[in-house]
């Protein structure tokens, strides 16, 4: 890739990146609480289990409403996902290990805050839902990235 392409496509995805992170902010600490499926807690809410929570939706398909359990689920992984690509977007020379990486401090630095504002539970389950969501995203940078090159929409 070209030195030009490549420095409008970090300056692309530095702008993104920070738009989805001022997004996913407002989303867990301003809106979340206030609808149905998150409330503001009373005291400090923490799961330190891993595969808790999932188990628990799991367990629960048949008997909780669908949206609450793609929300808590699927949601959690789709909601990341802009997270490791345009991490990967904006930060060409980190690996596909890097990227989540980041995105794990992030992530963790985020559910330790839900706890601190009481704005939500510290979940071990969403950081391992939310982590395979940055992977998945920062994946599918890469593949869009080797098919923008092979296309020629890229000078590589």
């Not at 808790?52 to 048949?62: A, P, Q, R, V």
């Not at 401090?105 to 805050?113: G, S, Y």
């Amino acid at each position: 890739m070209q030195k030009k392409d490549a420095k409008n496509i970090s300056v692309l995805g530095f702008i993104a990146l920070s738009a989805y992170l001022i997004f996913i902010s407002w989303r867990l600490f301003f809106f979340a609480y206030s609808n149905h499926y998150r409330q503001r807690m009373d005291a400090p809410g923490c799961n330190l289990v891993p595969f808790k929570t999932i188990g628990e939706f799991w367990s629960s398909l048949g008997s909780l409403p669908f949206d609450v359990w793609i929300y808590n689920l699927a949601g959690n992984i789709a909601a990341f996902m802009p997270l490791g690509f345009f991490l990967a977007m904006t930060f060409k020379r980190f690996s596909i290990q890097k990227t989540v990486f980041v995105a794990f401090i992030l992530i963790v630095l985020a559910e330790a805050m839900q706890l601190v504002t009481l704005l939500g539970v510290f979940d071990v389950d969403d950081i391992i839902l939310n982590v395979i969501g940055s992977f998945f995203g920062c994946i599918i940078y890469q593949l869009c990235r080797r098919i923008f090159l092979r296309l020629g929409f890229v000078k590589g």
